[in-house]
């Protein structure tokens, strides 16, 4: 299980962090990755990150803004999000797969609930 936190009211410019904690299931066996969707937009891959979290990749419109982390000790994924625009509100996803650098939803097996950014310009 799959569950997200940390989303709220922002406004531009500001930051936020979202945590993602993964239960029942072995952290480290997966690849993780956040997706977003915004209001009538299909859901959109933001940023994965490898097994042991060496590896990070990013949608190119969050680069050098977003971050995503690991802590496997604590089955924890984040996003720090610096720098936020109105065009970043949306609802985000935590999930969890097996392809490395996975940017489809076809590459995670397992979604959380998703938390929402609303970032007010």
């Given at each position: 299980?799959?569950?997200?936190?940390?989303?709220?009211?922002?406004?531009?410019?500001?930051?936020?962090?979202?945590?993602?904690v993964?239960?029942?299931?072995?952290?480290?066996?997966f690849?993780?990755?956040?997706?977003?969707?915004?209001?009538?937009?299909?859901?959109e891959?933001?940023?994965?990150?490898?097994?042991?979290?060496?590896?990070?990749?990013?949608?190119?419109s969050?680069?050098?803004?977003?971050t995503?982390s690991?802590?496997?000790?604590?089955?924890?994924?984040?996003?720090?999000?610096?720098?936020?625009?109105s065009?970043?509100?949306?609802v985000?996803?935590?999930?969890?797969?097996?392809?490395?650098?996975?940017?489809?939803d076809?590459?995670?097996?397992?979604?959380?609930?998703?938390?929402?950014v609303?970032?007010?310009s």
């Amino acid at each position: 299980q799959l569950q997200a936190s940390g989303g709220g009211l922002v406004q531009a410019g500001g930051s936020l962090r979202l945590s993602c904690v993964e239960s029942g299931r072995t952290f480290t066996d997966f690849i993780m990755g956040w997706f977003r969707q915004a209001p009538g937009k299909d859901r959109e891959f933001v940023a994965t990150i490898s097994w042991s979290g060496t590896d990070t990749y990013y949608v190119e419109s969050v680069k050098g803004r977003f971050t995503i982390s690991r802590d496997n000790a604590k089955n924890l994924v984040y996003l720090q999000m610096n720098s936020l625009k109105s065009e970043d509100t949306a609802v985000y996803y935590c999930a969890a797969g097996q392809y490395y650098r996975g940017k489809s939803d076809k590459d995670y097996e397992y979604w959380g609930q998703g938390t929402l950014v609303t970032v007010s310009s």
